[in-house]
């Protein structure tokens, strides 16, 4: 049964920064890539990162591209998100997800997807 876990998220002040990591279980990791997608409240799921699985791609949205970090131990399976100069607008519950194919900004690509963990940059 594959499980992803997200943790990390909470409640930081604008400027500030956070680190998401998501355990996966129950797949060979190295064979999937991995994506990072956010939701707020009355939005739709937006792409946030993806990296592919040696590592050798990082797409980024253009709204964290130069913020946001993605990283992933094949080793430990876990995928981390490094998020920095965080926004208010960067409030959402952040998902992971595996994606078989490749490191794809499409949401509808992914397979599993973790359960989120919510972010929330005051102002």
């Known amino acids: 049964q594959v499980q992803l876990v997200e943790s990390g998220g909470g409640l930081v002040q604008a400027g500030g920064s956070l680190r998401l990591s998501c355990a996966a279980s129950g797949l060979t990791f190295s064979a999937y890539a991995m994506g990072w997608f956010r939701q707020a409240p009355g939005k739709e799921r937006e792409f946030v990162a993806a990296?592919?699985?040696?590592?050798?791609?990082?797409p980024y949205a253009d709204s964290v591209k130069d913020r946001f970090t993605i990283s992933r131990d094949n080793a430990k399976n876990t995928v981390n998100l490094d998020m920095n100069s965080l926004k208010p607008e960067d409030t959402a519950v952040y998902y992971c997800?595996?994606?078989?194919?490749?490191?794809?900004?499409?949401?509808?690509?992914?397979?599993?997807w973790g359960q989120g963990t919510q972010v929330t940059v005051s102002s």
């Open positions: 990296i592919s699985r040696a590592s050798s791609r990082t």
């Open positions: 997800a595996t994606n078989h194919l490749s490191a794809t900004p499409s949401g509808r690509e992914y397979d599993y």
